[in-house]
T-cell receptor, first 110, second 120 residues
Framework: SQQGEEDPQALSIQEGENATMNCSYK?????LQWYRQNSGRGLVHLIL?????REKHSGRLRVTLDTSKKSSSLLITASRAADTASYFC??????????FGGGTRLMVKP | DAGVIQSPRHEVTEMGQEVTLRCKPI?????LFWYRQTMMRGLELLIY????????DSGMPEDRFSAKMPNASFSTLKIQPSEPRDSAVYFC???????FGTGGNFNEQFFGPGTRLTVL
C-alpha cells in the first residue's frame, strides 16, 4: 500500500478560494514533500517540511505537519486557474527513497 | 541547466518488441530514479541508483525490465519483450542525497518530462 494517501482525491473550487489538501502516512519520516503535476508533465517539487518543523510557507503555499497524527496538509490561498493540477505528497519511510501518494486532482474554475 | 532530459517523449511499439528509454540527469546529482505512472496504480518507483550503483530495484515488475547507469550522466530503462500492460508514462528523476544510508534525508527530486509508452 502507498505510504502517503491524499485526501480528497478530487477538489473543485472557484478562483480566489483557498484549497486544502491532506496527506496521511504510516511510518516515521525524516521529511515530507509536496509536488505538483500538470497534465502531461513531470512532477515539480513545491515544498519540503522536515519532521521537526510544524509549519512552512512558500508564497501562496502553506504546509503543516503533525507527526503525532502522521498527517500533513497543503493550503493554497487565493487560488488561480493556473493552480489546476494534481498534487502529491511524498515521504521517505526509511528506505532511502520517496514514496508518493495517489494525489489530489485540483480544478480551479475561472 | 536543461533539467532532466528524457527520450523519446513518445513511443508506440508492438507487443514483443524491445523498448529502450533514456535519461540524462541533472549534472552534479548523485541519485537517479525511474518511475512508472498509470491511472490504475499511480506513481510507482521502479528502481533507483546512487552514484551509478543500483540500490533498490524491488519495484521492477519482472525480469522483462532492466535498468543501467553506465555513468553519471546517462541511464536506460529497457523492456524486453514489451507487453500491452507496460503501457504507461515513465519518468526519470534525479536528486542530490546528502546522507546515504540514513533513511530519509532526501532532498527534492527533479523530474523529467516523461516518456509516454504505448504497447499495442
Amino acid at each position: 500500500s502507498q505510504q502517503g494517501e491524499e485526501d480528497p482525491q478530487a477538489l473543485s473550487i472557484q478562483e480566489g478560494e483557498n484549497a486544502t489538501m491532506n496527506c496521511s502516512y504510516k511510518t516515521s519520516i525524516n521529511n515530507l514533500q509536496w509536488y505538483r503535476q500538470n497534465s502531461g508533465r513531470g512532477l515539480v517539487h513545491l515544498i519540503l517540511i522536515r519532521s521537526n518543523e510544524r509549519e512552512k510557507h512558500s508564497g501562496r503555499l502553506r504546509v503543516t505537519l503533525d507527526t503525532s497524527k502522521k498527517s500533513s496538509s497543503l493550503l493554497i490561498t487565493a487560488s488561480r486557474a493556473a493552480d489546476t493540477a494534481s498534487y502529491f505528497c511524498a515521504t521517505a519511510p526509511g528506505r532511502n527513497m520517496l514514496t508518493f501518494g495517489g494525489g489530489t486532482r485540483l480544478m480551479v474554475k475561472p | 541547466d536543461a533539467g532532466v532530459i528524457q527520450s523519446p517523449r513518445h513511443e508506440v511499439t508492438e507487443m514483443g518488441q524491445e523498448v529502450t528509454l533514456r535519461c540524462k540527469p541533472i549534472s552534479g546529482h548523485n541519485s537517479l530514479f525511474w518511475y512508472r505512472q498509470t491511472m490504475m496504480r499511480g506513481l510507482e518507483l521502479l528502481i533507483y541508483f546512487n552514484n551509478n550503483v543500483p540500490i533498490d530495484d524491488s519495484g521492477m515488475p519482472e525480469d522483462r525490465f532492466s535498468a543501467k547507469m553506465p555513468n553519471a550522466s546517462f541511464s536506460t530503462l529497457k523492456i524486453q519483450p514489451s507487453e500491452p500492460r507496460d503501457s504507461a508514462v515513465y519518468f526519470c528523476a534525479s536528486s542530490s542525497i546528502n546522507h546515504f544510508g540514513t533513511g530519509g534525508n532526501f532532498n527534492e527530486q527533479f523530474f523529467g518530462p516523461g516518456t509516454r509508452l504505448t504497447v499495442l
